[in-house]
C-alpha cells in the first residue's frame, strides 16, 4: 500500500519576501519553500547534498539557491547542483492557488 500525499496550505506567498524563504518543519524533514523575484515559488528539503547546509539560508537568484556553507548552487526547479558540483536535494511538489501555498505532503 503506498501513502498518497495530501495538498496541505502551509501559508501565503506575501509570508515570504521576494527572492527570500520560508521553512516548513514536518514530522520527518524541513522543507524550504522559496520564492523568486518573479513570485515563482518552489520547495526543497531544506539541506544541500554537500555537507548538509540549511538551504532556507542561502542566496535565492533567478531559479536557484546558494548554499550558505559552501556556495554550492542547487537549482530550485529540478533540486540539482550545477556544475562543477555533483548531487542533488529532493524537490517537494508546491502550488499557489491565488496568494495561498500548498505542498504535496504525505500523512
Known amino acids: ?4 500525499a495530501a495538498w496541505t496550505r502551509v501559508g501565503a506567498i506575501d509570508d515570504i519576501p521576494i527572492l527570500g524563504s520560508r521553512v516548513v518543519a514536518t514530522p ?5 519553500i522559496f520564492r523568486t ?5 518552489f520547495a526543497l528539503y531544506d539541506r544541500c547534498p554537500h555537507k548538509q547546509g540549511k538551504l532556507s539560508q542561502g542566496i535565492v537568484h533567478g531559479t536557484a539557491v546558494t548554499c550558505p556553507l559552501h556556495n554550492w548552487v542547487i537549482g530550485l526547479d529540478d533540486g540539482l547542483a550545477k556544475d562543477p558540483d555533483e548531487g542533488c536535494v529532493d524537490t517537494v511538489p508546491v502550488r499557489l492557488e ?3 501555498i ?3 505532503v504525505k500523512p
Not at 500500500?1 to 498518497?4: A, Q, S, V
Not at 523575484?37 to 515559488?41: E, S
Open 37 to 41: 523575484a518573479g513570485d515563482r515559488i
Open 102 to 104: 500548498f505542498l504535496a
Open 28 to 32: 520527518t524533514e524541513d522543507i524550504a
Open 1 to 4: 500500500m503506498t501513502e498518497t
Open 98 to 100: 491565488g496568494r495561498d
